[in-house]
């Protein structure tokens, strides 16, 4: 603590390193010096798991950094792309700030170095690893090493009662021994203790010292590993909470909630037995969810499981490796396989549901599930849908990699399909390639055409987020033959209008306009109202930007009035045909109207709770404002908007600020340039997100 205290309590810039070995308690006293030196970083503190030495890689320095800008008040869809803009807002957010930054379980300097602040703020670097190459970034190396004897004892007692220890002084000190001073051993052994006041503290030195196992991940202490603590804990669970202990160690990622548990449960209820007899993996909710609940606080008190968060759990990255061990010891092969396909298939049921709360007018291949999943989550409304998705994030990119891993094809397609929702508003293009280009491969094991088509076709979009238009125009042209084969007309005009886009971003605005037209046609010949629209909506908002709004205004006037028919479906697209259509009225120069539809958008946007959209409305009436001779209510407007464009950390907020400046420059007129693209910049065919992506086939 004293050392720590001369790092990082000095006023300039601090990194301190807790190295060691596992388990010897480097979490544990970052985690209290931080807790008690709340005071000295009026910013606040950021913690990140990067997942150093845990099961699964360590966690990307990209990936940290969104985390990080997140938590820093930057929205998931504003996040840069690629790892040096990420690194350099992260660096220009916290130079004013003075902030404690805990990294838990680096694996390497590199991974660290990317997550350094800038300004006075302090770094607290916990790794197994030395780091000894972060001395050259100012970094001061504290190595933790095993308690001692009395010290072991002290935990003992302050954890399983003074008595006990007093009463048998050399059980206690030998089981001090046998733990090897490791604090998560004493802490297991402790709670051990502790649950069971009659069981001997001899008794539990003798049961420790006769384990055989070891976890080899682990560096010896006098003979003995924490093998053999984890062991005696895990022996010592009902049937039941052992089943769960190894078989939630194969959830594909670091954290779950009570839900997913449920699934894995081994006792099967009279709910379980499905069609002729054969026992399913579920079954009723409310009888499930309370054992899990049970069995998971089992866990809890054995010190087996942490909970990290309100109903949020986690293994300590040893213990996953113990239980790990124990399903490849304990569980047949043929069980081990059926539940990793039952927590796979939980998520892509939860999913779903939050997938037809958001995008019901999607098209989607169906899925046979092994059993009918059950206590999933409820997801009542839009926001509630979006907020499991962003929780769960990870949970699903990790269970989309591991049903490819384990040859489960179609259901890998299906998780990379039913997070679309969640790609749709939250961008996320770095999680988007990788989800993509697992789609295409799936849907290339399973052999289907159409499939194959969906995937192709968003990873062409994603790419050209990357400024790789060659490969996304490659990507695109694939997929409007998948469709092809696939027979599917209406898939096919989907890509083709991903062609739209690419030429439009690349300046052949000429051809983008022409096949804008031809789609409109083709769309309103196949009878799909929705992406007709859409393809208004594009060719309308092109027109304007290439100084025809005349001609825009048709379009736009069209795509609103089909859209008031669709709105329960799709409210979103509705406000922004209006949006389209109020820059091209003021193009036209009808004030009025104009102002009539900027006005009406605003409102819906903003019960939408769209909040960039909303604010692409205010700049609109900006706009209409000074064309009025309003300087007042348009500086009112743009204010306004630019407010939330920061907020958001929208790039939008510059092209405000210019409008701020042009119109102190001159209150009367409006030099007419393009207008506002709706939601966060003009595409041709709608991004992800708030710009309205069209069926994903």
Known sequence: MTELDEILGSETSGLAILSGPGGVGKTALASYWAENSRKSFPDGQLYVD????????????????????????????????????????????????????????????????????????????????????????????????????????????????????????????????????????????????????????????????????????????DGLSVQATFDMSYRSLPAEAAAVYRRMALHPGLEFGIGVVAAVLPVLLPDDIGPGGSAEPYADPAGRSEVAADLVEVLLEASLLEEIAEDRFRYHDLIRLHARQKARTDEPEAERRMTVRRLLEWYLAAAARADKTLTPYRRRLPYDFVGQPRDLPRLLDRESALAWLDRERVNLFAAGRTALQHGHALLAWQLSDVVWPLLLYRKHYMDRLEVDRCGVEAARAFGDAWAEAVMLKRLGRVLSKFGDNEGAERHTREAVLRYQQADDLRGRLDAEAGLAALYRESGRTTEAVDLLVRLVGANREFGDDRNTVLTLINLGTLLVELGRPDEAIGFLREAEGIFAELDAVDPYNGARALIALAGALLGAGDLTAAERAATEAAHRMRDLGSEHEYAEALVQLGRIARRHGDATAARKHLERARAIFVRLDSSRATEVDRRLTELGQSPDGDALPSPSPPAGGLAVQPEPGARGEPPSG
């Open 50 to 221: 990067l997942n150093g030495f845990g099961a699964g890689d360590p966690v990307d320095p990209g990936e940290a950094l969104g985390d990080l800008l997140h938590a820093l008040g930057t929205p998931a869809e504003r996040l840069p792309v690629t790892l040096a803009e990420r690194r350099a807002l992260y660096r220009s957010t916290t130079a004013d700030r003075t902030l404690l930054v805990v990294l838990d379980s680096a694996h390497s300097v590199a991974q660290v170095r990317a997550l350094l602040p800038g300004g006075r703020s302090k770094v607290l670097v916990t790794s197994r690893a030395r780091l000894v190459g972060l001395v050259a970034e100012g970094g001061r190396l504290i190595e933790l090493t095993p308690l001692r004897p009395a010290e072991s004892v002290l935990l003992l007692s302050r954890a399983a009662g003074s008595d006990r220890m007093d009463r048998e002084p050399d059980d206690a000190a030998r089981l001090a021994e046998i733990c090897g001073g490791l604090p998560i051993a004493l802490c297991v052994v402790a709670a051990r203790l502790a649950a069971r006041p009659r069981l001997s503290v001899g008794r539990m030195a003798r049961d420790l010292s006769t384990e055989a196992d070891r976890l080899r991940q682990l560096s010896k202490v």
